[in-house]
């Protein structure tokens, strides 16, 4: 990791009105040019963890001793400031194309529109980068695509229209929440591809939000592990074997592998003291 990261969070905190308990509690980490790996069930707190940064949570109320994002602030940063940040320098790959992608307007026209807006071009440089792009991430026959309507595209398609739409502007940090979980292996595995060529070549950070241990342990750098919205445990990828943590111990141990005993997986046994922690990470 470089000695000064992309991003510095110090205790981070998230609570939605109106509900009893904190979704993020004082989850801190840093982030460099590398692929970091938040792994957890649903409802650990990883993808709220992501909007966070981002500042798209209007109805949760997001403290911090720290969130800085190079040389901002994302704490003081106003709305204003962070339209420029948001798709410029720090992008977010959502998971499901069906609720991201605008139904009405043709997917070729929103990969341009977020060129666009952000390097103030011609609208035919904008759909010539658009197209580019769209190859790049394996579409077939782009400038056929280029002029679809999301309903006409398949979820794996619509999925990489998103990845496109996301790195057109070479942000300096990449969100990627769930990214290839539409995507079948083949694909799959040249997504991965684009976006490590982004972390090595243009030395960006990317965050991946995954249910995919495997997936995260053969791709990131490093892995937090989140139960009950907070960090339990901390490791380098290819020290996971190694974990410490029960909660991390129990998600590997219940994987199943090809050539592996025909018995049944064990069942996580959740104990309350993960939850309140003494010394939490």
């Not at 990791?1 to 992309?6: D, L, T, Y």
């Not at 510095?8 to 509900?19: A, F, K, M, N, Q």
């Not at 798209?56 to 969130?67: G, K, V």
């Not at 991390?248 to 064990?266: D, F, K, S, Y």
Request: hydrophobic share 40%.
């Amino acid at each position: 990791m470089s000695e000064h990261p992309i991003l510095d969070v110090r205790d981070l905190s998230i609570h939605y009105r109106g509900t009893p308990a904190p979704a993020v509690r004082n989850v801190s980490f840093t982030l460099g040019r590398e692929r970091l790996g938040i792994v957890g069930e649903s409802g650990s707190g990883k993808s709220t963890v992501g909007r966070a940064l981002l500042k798209l949570l209007p109805t949760a109320d997001i403290t911090a001793q720290s969130m800085r994002f190079a040389d901002i602030d994302l704490m003081k940063a106003s709305e204003r400031d962070m339209l420029k940040i948001r798709g410029a320098r720090m992008s977010m790959i959502l998971q499901d194309p069906k609720f991201s992608l605008n139904p009405i307007q043709r997917c070729g026209a929103q990969v341009a529109e977020a060129y666009q807006t952000h390097l103030k071009c011609s609208r035919a440089e904008a759909r010539k980068r658009a197209i580019d792009m769209l190859e790049a991430v394996q579409i077939r026959d782009p400038e056929r695509v280029y002029d679809l309507y999301p309903h006409e595209v398949s979820g794996g398609m619509g999925q990489r229209i998103m990845i496109a739409m996301m790195l057109l502007t070479n942000p300096d940090l990449v969100i990627a929440d769930e990214p290839t979980s539409a995507l079948d292996v083949t694909v799959r595995l040249q997504v991965l591809k684009i976006l490590d060529d982004l972390v090595r070549e243009k030395g960006i950070g990317l965050i991946m939000i995954s249910h995919d241990l495997n997936l995260v342990r053969n791709f990131c750098d490093r892995v937090l592990i989140m139960y009950a919205g907070r960090v339990v445990e901390a490791r380098a990828a290819s020290e996971l074997d190694h974990a410490e943590h029960p909660y991390t111990r129990g998600l590997l141990a219940a994987q199943p592998h090809i050539g592996g005993p025909r018995t049944p997986l064990p069942v996580l046994q959740r104990q309350q003291s993960w939850e309140n922690p003494e010394g939490a990470i």
